[in-house]
Structures are given as structure tokens and as C-alpha cells.
């Protein structure tokens, strides 16, 4: 079993930055796919930064995100965390850390087998 908890959300201005955490503990991250998903009000859940890979790892990132998000691993605090730059009002919702196992996991939420409890961010404008 794995717990998630992040932590880092908040209010910022159009322009302004956050960095959200992900704490895990049950498993090692760097065992797992890790993925940061957004839900805006009336919107699907969307990934928004994924990393994986044991040796050799990956990141993808949605295209609405690129150069502005940056996911990175700290394997000695066995946390995951989302740096968030240039963020616009667009950004808004309730962002979760989600954790997946195997060759299966995707960008699709379904793949993720465990989540954390959300946290807010709010850009305004």
C-alpha cells in the first residue's frame, strides 16, 4: 500500500510560482511512476507531469505545461515534487499526486492505482 500526501498548494498571482510536494511512504518512488494530475471545476482529470524510470528515467509533460512545469524526484525523501513557474489563471484547480506500478501505468488516471487528497491552486489574474 502507499500513502501520498501533498502539500504546496496555494494563492499566486498570474506570473508568480509554487512548488508542490508529494510525500510517499509504503513503497520507494523511484519503484513507481509517478504523475501529477489537475482537475478544474466542470473538467476531466488531466495529467499534467508524469516521471518514471528505475536507471534510466522519463518525464512527459502535458503541452499546456511544457516549460513552465518541472517534475522532479528526490529519492532521499522519497517525495515527488512539481515546481510551477509563469502559472496563469488557466492553472487553477485541484492538483493530486497519483502513483502507478507497472508497465501499464499511462496518462490516464485509471492506470494510477493510489492517490493523495488534493490541493488547491489558485492563480489570479
Known amino acids: 500500500q502507499v500513502q501520498l500526501v501533498e502539500s504546496g498548494g496555494g494563492l499566486v498571482q498570474s506570473g508568480g510560482s509554487l512548488k508542490l510536494s508529494c510525500a510517499a511512504s509504503g513503497r520507494i518512488v523511484y519503484r513507481l511512476t509517478m504523475g501529477w494530475f489537475r482537475q478544474a471545476p466542470g473538467k476531466e482529470r488531466e495529467l499534467v507531469a508524469r516521471?518514471?524510470?528505475?536507471?534510466?528515467?522519463?518525464?512527459y509533460y502535458a503541452d499546456s505545461v511544457k516549460e513552465r512545469f518541472t517534475i522532479s524526484r528526490d529519492i532521499a525523501n522519497n517525495t515527488v515534487n512539481l515546481q510551477m513557474n509563469s502559472l496563469k489563471p488557466e492553472d487553477t484547480a485541484v492538483y493530486y499526486c497519483a502513483a502507478g506500478e507497472g508497465y501499464s501505468v499511462s496518462n490516464s488516471p485509471g492506470t494510477y492505482a493510489y492517490w493523495g487528497q488534493g490541493t488547491q491552486v489558485t492563480v489570479s489574474s
Open positions: 516521471y518514471s524510470g528505475r536507471i534510466v528515467s522519463s518525464t
